[in-house]
């Protein structure tokens, strides 16, 4: 307790609030910062005649006054409204260098000739003001040296006005919230700084034990934010509303341009990589500035001792986002002439409307969105994706759908609604939209490599062999025959027993090589089975199930042997398709309980 009260002492003499004195001592529990004025009690000595401290009021730790001629005194409030200031001598107890340049934080008074009372509460000097004496003046607000004022209650009104009208324009559905710093990068040089004046002092004092400052500020600001804007404060790791404040202090690159001498090689080295580095000083390289840093070092920098600010920190803008919401279903296309989504080609969109466009419509709707907001604020995902003239038939296709900084979560009830929006197009059926956790999406996502397909294919027979013409001496029309029905009933070329009945050898379809490398791929067929097409004797139907990511339309036609083996060899005769359906996508998502 002696150590800790004497680092107290110290903190205090280096301009630090409260809350920062506890930080330095390592104090690393809420209740602590909340009540900073009233824990801070233990670590001060008592005046010798006080018998009962109120402690609702400033304590004042001052030492008893000296009439030494070397020693200047002046009162000291233990707030964190206001930073204390503590007597400074010249000795070494008091940490003052001589002939160190490093302004030291001591408020004296000009004009003593009238008593006056100063209101701690806020920081007001009120002198009398009967029959013509002076006004009453404002004392200048004390600043943390170490934090800058932000544990320091004086400048909360303002961060509390900027988050309310944040919260008031977005009108976030929320029961609780957890709060995020920025906080200027200058504090972490005057961390270091008065880290190394602790170490100086007390050579076993380990500067990885403090508190940080964006922790100590959660448990100091972070319950009367609560208390103004009426949501309970929780961990930002598992409320979903996270509001975030950004700080800035005038000074801030300023004061860190002494880290270019410091740490020369550092700079001169992100100097000249600027398209890598674009900012300048960042909180990492700051970091890195001062790893190897020595009191010495930073004396000769005239940063001997911690300097004190002319001007707090304040709230220059204030960010709340709200965790993304997720929601999944399947979808049933029906047109043959509608993309996933939507389809651009050199920027040029090629379709009116797209799968994509048709869902998010009534839900952007819902949240209010614009159609600029719904772009960024709307991601569509899907277990794989069908061709713009391919149907997606039986229970549709699986998908998910990501909404960033929702305000609020959708009643069953307004899900519900959308799906009729969706389906009343005529384009696109959805039966059911739930909400779905980021857990499930790596199901999504896997399923889309891993899931089977169940294909149906309307195909026609372009020959009667593959050598021969359309038609075989020029009066037999092209007919699909029992025995070609046969032979792709039972065409394999896998071993018997294997699950996969034909394994394909392709190569990057041509009309895909736009947006997918070129690459020679190996997918299989599970199962195969073909039929004729009651008058149409040309024509045949396969129901084809197939691995993930097998191009069916290819197998078919073969692509000029770009797949291999293809449909016609198993037939011995040139095919090609007229169209096809998706007809199952075999993927348990969502879940279907």
């Known amino acids: 307790m002696d150590q800790q009260k004497a680092i107290f002492k110290l903190c205090k003499g280096l301009g630090c609030c409260d809350s920062c004195c506890l930080r330095y001592l390592g104090i690393r529990y809420q209740n602590a910062y909340e009540n900073a004025q009233t824990f801070c009690l233990k670590f001060q000595d008592k005046p010798a005649n006080a018998e009962k401290v109120d402690q609702n009021k400033p304590t004042d730790i001052s030492p008893p006054s000296s009439t030494s001629e070397n020693t200047v005194t002046s009162e000291t409030n233990v707030s964190t409204d206001d930073k204390p200031t503590e007597n400074v001598t010249n000795d070494e107890s008091n940490n003052v260098n001589p002939g160190d340049d490093t302004k030291t934080d001591i408020k004296m008074e000009e004009d003593t000739s009238n008593k006056e009372d100063t209101d701690s509460s806020n920081g007001n000097v ?50 609780t919230f957890g709060c995020g710093l920025s906080a200027p990068i200058a504090t972490i040089l005057r ?49 979903p509303l996270l509001i975030v404040l950004n700080m800035e202090y005038p000074d801030d690159l300023q004061e860190l341009e002494i880290l270019k001498t410091l740490s020369p090689d550092l700079f001169e080295s992100r100097s000249r990589q600027r398209k890598r580095f674009t900012v300048e000083f960042t909180r990492r390289s700051v970091e890195q500035a001062l790893e190897g840093a020595t009191l010495e070092a930073l004396t000769a920098l005239r940063w001997g001792s911690v300097r004190s600010a002319d001007s707090a920190a304040s709230c220059v803008s204030v960010v709340c986002t709200r965790t993304p919401l997720y929601l999944g279903g399947r979808y049933i296309k029906l047109s043959r002439e509608l993309p996933q989504t939507p389809w651009l080609l050199g920027g040029k969109r090629m379709m009116e409307s797209s799968v ?57 009830g307004e899900l519900q609604q959308i799906c009729e929006a969706v389906s009343s197009t005529g384009q696109v059926v959805l039966k059911k939209l739930v ?16 899931k089977t397909k169940t294909y149906e ?71 195969i089975t073909a039929s004729k097409v009651t008058g149409h004797p040309q024509l045949l139907v396969i129901r084809i199930r197939t691995t993930a990511g097998t191009y069916v339309k290819e197998f078919v036609h073969g692509e000029l042997r770009r797949t291999a083996p293809s449909l016609g060899d198993a037939i011995g005769a040139p095919v090609d398709i007229l169209a096809l359906d998706v007809t199952n996508v075999q993927l348990d998502w969502p879940n279907k309980q």
């Open 457 to 527: 294919a309307l195909c026609i027979k372009l020959a009667h062999s593959k050598s021969s013409d359309t038609t075989q001496n020029g009066t037999t029309p092209i007919t699909v025959t029992d025995e070609d029905i046969s032979r792709i009933n039972s065409y394999r070329n896998t071993p018997e027993g294997a699950p996969e009945r034909i394994a394909l050898t392709q190569k990057t379809p041509i009309r895909v090589l736009h947006r997918r490398p070129l690459l020679a791929r190996t997918r299989h067929i599970l199962d």
């Open 356 to 412: 994509q466009d048709i869902i998010f419509e009534p839900l952007a709707k819902a949240y209010g969105m614009s159609e600029a907001d719904a772009d960024h604020r709307l991601k569509f995902m899907s277990a794989g994706r069908e061709d713009v003239d391919v149907r997606c038939l039986g229970d549709g296709r699986p998908f998910a759908i990501e909404i960033t900084d929702p305000r609020r979560e959708l009643t069953a």
């Open 126 to 175: 009120a002198t009398s003001n009967g029959n013509g004496s002076r006004p009453a003046k404002r004392r200048k607000r004390d600043i943390c040296t170490s934090c800058l004022g932000l544990l320091q209650k004086d400048g909360w009104p303002e961060c509390n006005a900027a988050v309310k009208e944040v919260l008031d324009k977005k009108q976030y559905d929320s029961k």
């Open 191 to 239: 961390e270091k700084v008065i880290c190394l004046k602790i170490k100086e002092a007390f050579p076993d004092f380990d500067e990885r034990s403090i508190t940080t400052l964006k922790e100590s500020w959660k448990w100091a600001y972070g319950p009367q934010l609560a208390q103004h804007i009426g949501i309970a404060l929780d961990s930002g790791s598992v409320s």
């Open 435 to 450: 909400p779905v956790t980021k857990e499930d999406l790596t199901l999504l996502k896997s399923g889309e490599e891993n």
